[in-house]
């Protein structure tokens, strides 16, 4: 079965880096655009970034200037570059792939900022 498996998250101090991996399993990237939401507590779903089957790529305002969404064919993964994190950046990231009807999602994982 076709899945997405983030990887990369874990606890940093502000001002720090993570940098964030969507793996995909019996499916090729290459195919999708693909997107990195996030969620953070009592808040909505946000775009954080999105790259196109073309590597045409956008940004949601708050991570402008500081996120880099990337992809790698030969590994079959996309990867989300983060710097100068700051504790509003603290949420669950999910990797999602999406062609006209179709979605993947994959189950998150954790970006915590804190002193």
């Known amino acids: 079965q076709a899945r997405l498996v983030e990887s990369g998250g874990g606890t940093v101090e502000p001002g720090g880096s993570l940098r964030l991996s969507c793996a995909g399993s019996?499916?090729?990237?290459?195919?999708?655009?693909m997107v990195w939401y996030r969620q953070a507590p009592g808040k909505e779903r946000e775009l954080v970034a999105r790259?196109?089957?073309?590597?045409?790529?956008t940004y949601g305002d708050p991570v402008k200037g500081r996120f880099t969404i990337s992809r790698n064919n030969a590994q079959n993964t996309v990867y989300l570059d983060m710097s100068d994190l700051t504790p509003e950046d603290t949420a669950v990231y999910s990797c999602?792939?999406?062609?006209?009807?179709?979605?993947?999602w994959g189950r998150g994982t954790q970006v915590t900022v804190s002193p």
């Open positions: 999602n792939a999406n062609l006209l009807r179709t979605n993947y």
């Open positions: 790259i196109g089957r073309e590597n045409d790529r």
């Open positions: 019996k499916m090729l990237l290459s195919r999708y655009n």
